[in-house]
């Protein structure tokens, strides 16, 4: 653990975050509606940490919010990205090492996570994973993809398809080229 | 005059007006429709999905068949490969070519379980279909003359007995009975000069 003075600025120091989570910013959903989060939770948003970063924390705490003008956040998906995030904050910092990577991928959900991902509002759930998308929140997005798969795992296309409403944009002649291809996955033997 | 200007405005209005839906048509998708999600974001979400349960979903839409396949990066050889039985080695040569048909970005392959050591032999036939392959897990046999010279250099673990580890400069994770291998025989230099992980 390289120590370096230039390298504490609070993002690797655990006393510090907490202290910083006590300092609440405001987040502005694309509806209007202004709700307030920690600043150590908000910064798991990439797209919030380079906003307050470029803007200067005492900036962001005293003045205007952010503005999150993606219409995917929604104030409900907004409150529920908040949610994740106060929940989420402390986290020990994501390893990018492949092979760490590869087991958080296989990892299962959280006991938390799953309750928190299984809405049964279609049209919130992606909006919370598009609204995540977009504030750059790998951790949440991943969150939402893993519970995705979790339904369409071992489901037909055409099963697929109702659930998660898409539309067939096949021929008929391609969708069966297609079936074709892959005919030998399910032949077993 | 002016009744021709306002003609003039309600048919640039209509212009407007048509422009505008046009443009507006292909993006306003129902907000529960995963039709809404574009191709990066719909492309990681199916990164999530075993291999096996993403060819079902090729035919789901165009957008599917796009991305399903992108973000396989990765395959293993197991004993049963996809649930096919008996696989011989010519089978699991001839899944992998329809993997590679269909995952373009494949640079890892494992070979470490039994059948797929045995399959190495055969990979230099199809190992073109691989343009990203940057790695390969193998157990080295018997026939490892056959290919090793050709394929060595991608190799970077290794279980089982090791017959010649001289060609495989990137090895990192070895696990052998016989230690003799790991050096050269006349000069007693250690052949594999970049091992991170050993078990003896």
Redesign the interface.
């Known amino acids: 653990m390289a120590d370096n003075a230039d390298h504490i600025d609070g993002d690797d120091n655990e006393d510090v975050r907490a202290q910083q989570n006590l300092i609440k910013i405001k987040l502005k959903s694309s509806e209007g509606g202004i709700y307030e989060c920690g600043l150590t939770a908000a910064k798991m948003s990439d797209l919030v940490k380079n906003m307050v970063e470029s803007l200067g924390t005492d900036a962001v705490v005293t003045t205007e919010p952010i503005i999150l003008g993606n219409e995917a956040v929604t104030d409900a998906a907004l409150k529920k990205i908040i949610e994740w995030v106060e929940f989420h904050w402390d986290d020990p910092p994501v390893d990018h090492d492949f092979e760490d990577e590869k087991d958080r ?1 296989n990892e299962e959900l959280s006991h938390w996570d799953k309750q928190f991902i299984d809405v049964d ?3 919130l759930l ?2 919370v ?2 609204a995540a ?1 977009y504030m750059d929140i790998k951790g949440l ?2 969150v ?3 519970h ?2 979790s339904k ?6 055409q099963e ?2 109702e659930m ?7 021929t008929a002649e391609e ?1 069966d080229a ?2 074709k ?2 005919a ?2 399910y ?3 | 005059m002016a009744q021709q200007l306002t003609q003039m405005m309600a048919s640039l209005d209509t212009i407007d007006v048509g422009e505008e839906a046009d443009r507006q048509q292909p993006k306003t998708y129902a907000k529960d429709s995963m039709d809404r999600f574009g191709d990066d974001l719909c492309g990681l979400i199916l990164s999530y999905l075993p291999l096996k349960h993403r060819f079902p979903l090729e035919c789901v839409s165009k957008q599917f068949r796009r991305k399903v396949f992108e973000s396989v990066v990765d395959i293993k050889i197991r004993n049963q490969l996809f649930g096919l039985k008996g696989n011989t080695s010519a089978d699991i040569i001839g899944v992998l070519e329809r993997v590679a048909e269909k995952c373009p970005n494949i640079q890892l392959i494992d070979f470490q379980s039994r059948k797929g050591s045995d399959a190495l032999h055969m990979f230099p036939t199809i190992s073109h279909k691989f343009p990203h392959l940057r790695e390969i897990y193998s157990g080295l046999s018997d026939n490892s003359d056959q290919w090793l010279p050709v394929l060595a250099p991608l190799i970077t673990r290794d279980e089982c007995n090791v017959y010649s580890v001289d060609h495989c400069h990137r090895l990192s994770h070895l696990e052998t009975a016989l230690l003799n291998y790991v050096f050269d025989s006349t000069s007693d230099e250690l052949l594999v000069k970049n091992l991170q992980h050993f078990k003896f």
């Open positions: 991928r509002d279609q049209a992606f909006d994973i598009a998308n997005v991943e939402g993809a893993k995705i798969c369409i795992r071992g489901k037909s296309c697929v398809r998660l409403k898409i539309t067939n944009d096949f969708e297609i079936h291809e892959n030998w996955i032949a077993k033997d």
